[in-house]
């Protein structure tokens, strides 16, 4: 699992730290002192887990945890036993009093593997491997055949992506990740961090926005350059 820490004090972000480097299915991707540098890298980084500390200045973790999708789970990490509470109504997994004993550490992070592994069998379900050009997508208990080259673009919106078609929006609970995935690199492009367009259909294109039909969608600048070299680079080669 890949998994950041969030804590504005510099020995309990190395505390925990230390403690992830004992856990092999961990990864740590970043270590941050705030909430907003946090969120920005979220936004164009996949985290499964977030050790969290509450007391912040600025967004305290708990504010931040009812902003955070529940694909990603939190586990807090705080020097205050009576924020224990207010965990439970953002679904924590766990609530850990520092200084965090390693024993206790690895009974949280067990769990939050418990329930990752939940999500991700969750996720496959909700899709059928069916052939090169089609899959089958579950969506209000019933599974849709979508033909790939029949998809314009894929949206994700926290916990949920809709597949747009010509005429028909499809919506299934799956992560935007997981979903890009799945489709044919060949065919398919992250453009931003909410969007995968179907690079056969992009009718125009400037600097900054990708046409499809009726829709804009926004090139986001960190994936500006990939745009360009995967998509109108590749184009000129052919």
């Known amino acids: 699992m890949n998994c950041i ?14 403690l992830v480097k004992d856990i092999t299915y961990l990864s740590l991707t970043g270590t941050f002192n705030n909430a907003a540098s946090a969120a920005g890298f979220m936004e164009e980084h996949t985290v499964d887990l977030i050790f969290l500390d509450i007391q912040m200045p600025g967004i305290t973790g708990i504010d931040f945890a009812k902003k955070i999708s529940k694909r990603t789970l939190i586990i807090f990490t705080t020097a205050y036993s009576e924020y224990a509470l207010d965990s439970y109504e953002v679904d ?4 850990l009093i520092k200084p965090v004993e390693p024993e206790r550490f690895r ?22 491997p069916a052939a090169d050009d089609y899959f089958f997508v579950k969506s209000d208990r019933k599974y849709f055949k979508v033909n790939f080259e029949d998809i314009l673009f894929v ?32 065919l398919f492009l992250r453009v931003n961090k909410s969007y995968v367009v179907n690079t056969a259909r992009i009718e125009a294109f400037d600097n900054n ?30």
């Not at 969030?6 to 230390?18: G, K, S, T």
């Not at 992070?109 to 969750?122: G, I, M, N, R, W």
């Open 155 to 186: 949206e994700g919106l926290k916990d949920y992506v809709i597949l747009q078609l010509e005429e028909q929006r499809i919506i299934t609970r799956m992560n935007l990740k997981a979903m890009y995935e799945l489709l044919p690199k060949s």
């Open 209 to 238: 926005d990708i046409f499809i039909k009726t829709h804009e969608i926004a090139i986001g600048n960190s994936y500006r350059d990939s745009f360009f070299e995967e998509f109108v680079m590749r184009k000129k080669r052919k």
């Open 107 to 128: 009974k949280a992070t067990d769990k939050a593997l418990s329930y990752h592994s939940l999500l991700l069998q969750e996720e496959k379900e909700n899709i059928e």
């Open 5 to 18: 820490i969030v804590d504005d004090e510099p020995l309990a972000r190395e505390a925990i730290e230390l």
């Open 92 to 95: 924590a997994i766990d609530y």
